[in-house]
């Protein structure tokens, strides 16, 4: 277990706390946080801006992670593996989350689950046929819009909401068509590899 693989850990640990923060019952149970009043029309949930700081750092943890382990040279299967899961996990959950809440389209997270599952699939059957499947500039892109959308959605898109300009919207919705099309490309790139399966 080194360095890389904990800071990958501690994203997960981060993660199960912005899930217990963002479903957690507070005003059942009589611990309902503070709300904020931006331009006496926007009401703002202190959960919500909590879990977005939080959030962030998870984010920052996803780029700490992977430039240790390449600078230490301590790239292992494990840390991939982990790190994958670690970044599907905190994206997706939130994401639900956030769909069930009212806060975003439930189309968003249909599109993008679907399409991590359909490019895991194909990573898995190219990697079993030797092939190595790099990330493309399409994914990075998406996944920066995505991380970008998801933040400015938990702090209630501000500033831009009080302008209603709604950019952590547009952010998302870039994300899902950036989303589709990478996993068009790593079809593409990798149809070899799938019809030798007998598909």
Not at 138 to 153: E, Q, R
């Amino acid at each position: 277990m080194n360095l890389p693989n904990k800071i990958t850990l501690s994203r997960i640990f981060l993660t199960v706390l912005i899930i217990v923060i963002l479903i957690f019952p507070f005003d059942a149970t009589g611990l309902s946080l503070p709300k904020l009043f931006v331009n006496e029309t926007i009401v703002v949930d202190l959960k919500y801006i909590v879990a977005g700081v939080l959030f962030i750092i998870a984010s920052i943890t996803d780029f700490i992670d992977g430039f240790l382990a390449r600078r230490r040279n301590a790239v292992t299967d494990f840390g991939k593996m982990l790190d994958a899961i670690a970044d599907k996990v905190l994206v997706n959950c939130i994401l639900v989350i956030l769909a069930a809440t009212g806060f975003i389209h439930p189309i968003i997270p249909v599109i993008i689950i679907f399409r991590d599952t359909v490019v895991d699939s194909i990573k898995m059957i190219a990697g079993n046929k030797g092939h190595v499947v790099a990330a493309i500039k399409c994914g990075k892109w998406k996944t920066a819009c995505m991380m970008l959308g998801i933040t400015l959605t938990l702090f209630y898109n501000l500033p831009f909401e009080t302008w209603n300009i709604q950019v952590s919207d547009i952010l998302l919705i870039i994300a899902c068509v950036l989303s589709v099309v990478s996993g068009i490309q790593y079809y593409q790139m990798n149809k070899d590899a799938i019809m030798e399966t007998g598909f």
